[in-house]
């Protein structure tokens, strides 16, 4: 029997597969990654194949849009390497780049980043970052969920990337 969070998983990503607005849908994608992981804070970057960078349009409670290179700072380095990684102290980390936490003035305490592979299986085109777990730490249960809406979500992402740069 499914649990009530995997249950609303399913649902939602059921909604996001009808959802045609590319904004809407990255806010929804956000906002399911946020409450399914019980975090504060969630960003969903693409990643562009051709310069190697992950770009963020839509961060939660950024306006702003973020470029990093593959394989800076954890996202980079979970876009180069294509395996999930929880922190449970980004300070003691040493790929953290603390330079966003001092401009906006948040303070990460821990992050679980997860790789949303091609459809293939062959390429990271997005990474799914949240930060912050209401309580405590992450844990394996919300590694879980994260991972099955990156997997649920892989074929929307591998479309926003333009076909000629795939």
């Known amino acids: 029997m499914?649990?009530?969070?995997?249950?609303?998983?399913?649902?939602?990503?059921?909604?996001?597969?009808?959802?045609?607005?590319?904004?809407?849908?990255?806010?929804?994608?956000v906002d399911?990654?946020?409450?399914?992981?019980?975090?504060?804070?969630?960003t969903v970057y693409l990643v562009d194949p051709?310069?190697?960078?992950?770009?963020?349009?839509l961060a939660q409670r950024l306006p702003v849009e973020i470029r990093l290179p593959v394989g800076q700072g954890i996202a980079g380095a979970?876009?180069?390497?294509?395996?999930?990684?929880?922190?449970?102290?980004?300070?003691?980390d040493p790929r953290f780049d603390p330079s966003t936490d001092q401009r906006s003035g948040y303070r990460t305490r821990n992050m679980l980043v997860v790789p949303v592979l091609s459809r293939d299986g062959q390429h990271v085109v997005g990474v799914i970052q949240v930060l912050n777990k209401r309580e405590g730490s992450f844990e394996r249960t919300q590694q879980m969920y994260l991972e099955r809406i990156a997997d649920g979500v892989s074929s929307s992402l591998e479309q926003m990337i333009p076909a000629d740069r795939r």
């Open 2 to 29: 499914l649990d009530d969070k995997v249950a609303m998983i399913l649902v939602k990503l059921g909604h996001l597969s009808v959802e045609r607005d590319r904004d809407a849908y990255l806010r929804a994608l």
């Open 32 to 42: 399911l990654c946020t409450h399914a992981a019980d975090a504060e804070r969630c």
């Open 50 to 57: 051709v310069t190697q960078e992950l770009h963020a349009r």
């Open 78 to 92: 979970v876009a180069l390497t294509g395996e999930t990684v929880n922190v449970p102290d980004a300070y003691a």
